[in-house]
Nanobody, 119 residues
């Protein structure tokens, strides 16, 4: 069992930055692929970024060059650095963990953190 807790969301102006953190507890963190997904109002949930234990990553086309996913296995924490934020990045962001690859599926989920980008 893995428990995930997100933090770092909030309100920011367009062009600003935020860093989300995902603290994990439970089984060996390094065994898991970690991901950030988001759900915007009226839209389906989408994969934003994922990082495998090897360090390989995947990004949604809409965030490439602006967002960076990293992980610190010793701290059991994953991060999402979000730069050059746009109003369309407004969503609830979820941390998730899986055991397969950067495409999922995701077995464990955090409670979500709201990110709001004002224009």
């Amino acid at each position: 069992q893995v428990q995930l807790v997100e933090s770092g969301g909030g309100l920011v102006q367009a062009g600003g930055s935020l860093r989300l953190s995902c603290a994990a507890s439970g089984r060996t963190f390094s065994d898991y692929v970690m991901a950030w997904l988001r759900r915007a109002p009226g839209k389906q949930r989408e994969l934003v970024a994922a990082i495998a234990s090897t360090g390989s990553t995947k990004y949604a086309d809409s965030v490439k060059g602006r967002f960076t996913i990293t992980r610190e296995n010793a701290k059991k924490t994953a991060y999402l650095q979000m730069n050059s934020l746009k109003p369309e990045d407004t969503a609830v962001y979820y941390c998730a963990a899986g055991i397969r690859n950067v495409l999922g599926p995701w077995q464990y989920w955090g409670q979500g953190t709201q990110v709001t980008v004002s224009s």
